[in-house]
C-alpha cells in the first residue's frame, strides 16, 4: 500500500523524526472492508478496527485516497497525489503530517502544505460517519 521514492535536488533533510512509514492498517484487513465505486468509498470500520483509532491512517491506492482519523469520530480524506510532482502512493505519516517521500513535500491533515517544495494543498474528499461506516464521495 505504501510507496518509496528520490529526487536528487529534494533529498530528505538530516536528523529528520521517525515516521510512520506504513498505515496502521493492515492489507489483510482491507480484503472486504472497502468498497470503491466510480463515485465513492465506503469503508466498514467494524472490520478495520484500526483505523477507529485516533491517529491511524490508510492509504487507499486503487482510489488514491488517504484517510486518517483526527479522532472524536473525525476523519479527514485526501488525495494521495502530491500537488508538486504527482506521487501518489509514496507516504508516510509523523507528528499529523503526512509526507510524500517522492520528495518530502509535508501537508497538514487538513491537506495545507507545511514543507515543499510543493506549493499546493492536496484535495480534500467529503466524508460522512454513522454506524461504523464512514462514505467517502468522489
Known amino acids: 500500500l505504501a510507496g518509496i521514492g528520490f529526487f536528487s535536488s529534494c533529498e530528505k533533510e538530516e536528523n529528520e523524526p521517525e515516521v510512520n512509514n506504513e498505515p496502521e492498517v493492515n492489507e489483510k484487513e482491507t480484503e472486504d472492508a ?3 465505486t466510480d463515485t465513492s ?3 466498514d470500520l467494524s472490520k478495520l478496527t484500526t483505523l477507529k483509532t485516533a491517529g ?3 492509504l487507499i491506492s486503487q482510489a488514491r485516497l488517504l484517510v486518517v482519523n483526527l479522532g472524536n469520530e473525525s476523519f479527514k480524506v485526501l488525495s494521495s ?11 508516510n505519516f509523523a507528528n499529523d503530517l503526512f509526507i510524500c517521500t ?4 509535508r501537508f497538514r491533515t487538513d491537506g495545507s502544505v507545511e514543507q ?5 494543498p492536496l484535495k480534500e474528499y467529503q466524508s460522512t460517519f454513522a454506524n461504523d461506516l464512514l462514505s467517502i464521495t468522489l
Open 34 to 36: 472497502i468498497t470503491i
Open 116 to 120: 515543499g517544495p510543493a506549493t499546493s
Open 102 to 105: 517522492c520528495h518530502n513535500s
Open 41 to 43: 468509498v465506503l469503508l
Open 56 to 58: 491511524a491512517w490508510l
Open 81 to 91: 497525489v502530491c500537488t508538486h510532482q504527482g506521487c501518489s502512493d509514496s507516504r
